[in-house]
């Protein structure tokens, strides 16, 4: 089993809809957990970070943690194909390591 | 603005080069760094993370002879790639924690092609 797992999409989604992306994890005792973009050709950009179990908002963005059920997620509301990249789930080991999940890819169409 | 910065963007070199490529931390200091490597339609993989004053750390599988690794300041880390090969060609991507728990922050990341 991995450690991190994202389902790699593609996700397709139409402009102004919410994209739902999903993550698990399996390590219980992981603490932090972040949510990056990455545009192709470019490196991970930081969108969300959260610690503990709930919802978290900045602006379209909503992060949502379940660590009972080892599950994290990620809501873009009216996305933009300016959103369209892929989404990389991370979480953080207890050694300061991130674990990246593979990724899932977003596609945003007018 | 960006809170770490990776130098060269871009590297084209011959076969048995050696690239050095530098990963800074902007207005703070960074006692560890990772290094990650991604090849196309992949996602990162650590390759080792470097810790100020003392010797790297490298995942399994990463020959530490090849891929040496000095962060002699709280301030920088550098990779270098010894003697690369086509092999190498990859994007290689630094990053840095601002504090104790916080998010790491990505370097631009360097695009390495060896011809």
């Known amino acids: 089993q991995k450690e991190v797992e994202q389902n790699s999409g593609p996700l397709s989604v139409p402009e102004g809809a919410i994209a739902s992306l999903n993550c698990t994890y399996s390590?219980?005792?992981?603490?932090?957990f972040f949510w990056y973009r990455q545009y192709s050709g470019k490196s991970p950009e930081l969108i969300m970070s959260i610690y503990s179990n709930g919802d978290k908002e900045d602006g379209r963005f909503t992060a949502q943690l379940n660590k009972a059920s080892q599950y994290v997620s990620l809501l873009i509301r009216d996305s933009q194909p300016s959103d369209s990249a892929t989404y990389l789930c991370?979480?953080?080991?207890?050694?300061?390591?991130?674990?990246f999940g593979t990724g899932t890819r977003l596609q945003v169409f007018p | 603005g960006a809170v770490v910065s990776q130098h060269p963007s871009w590297v084209i070199c011959k076969s048995g080069t050696s690239v050095k490529i530098e990963c800074r931390s902007l207005d703070f200091q960074a006692t560890t760094m990772f290094w990650y490597r991604q090849f196309p339609k992949q996602s990162l993989m650590l390759m080792a993370t470097s810790n100020e004053g003392s010797k790297a750390t490298y995942e399994q599988g990463v020959e530490k002879d090849k891929f040496l690794i000095n962060h002699a300041s709280l301030t920088l880390s550098t990779l270098t790639v010894t003697s690369a090969h086509p092999e190498d060609s990859s994007f290689y991507i630094c990053?840095?924690?601002?504090?104790?728990?916080?998010?790491?922050?990505f370097g631009d990341g360097t695009r390495l092609s060896i011809l």
């Open positions: 990053s840095a924690p601002q504090g104790l728990n916080q998010p790491q922050h």
């Open positions: 991370a979480v953080k080991s207890n050694t300061d390591k991130l674990i």
């Open positions: 390590d219980r005792v992981s603490q932090s």
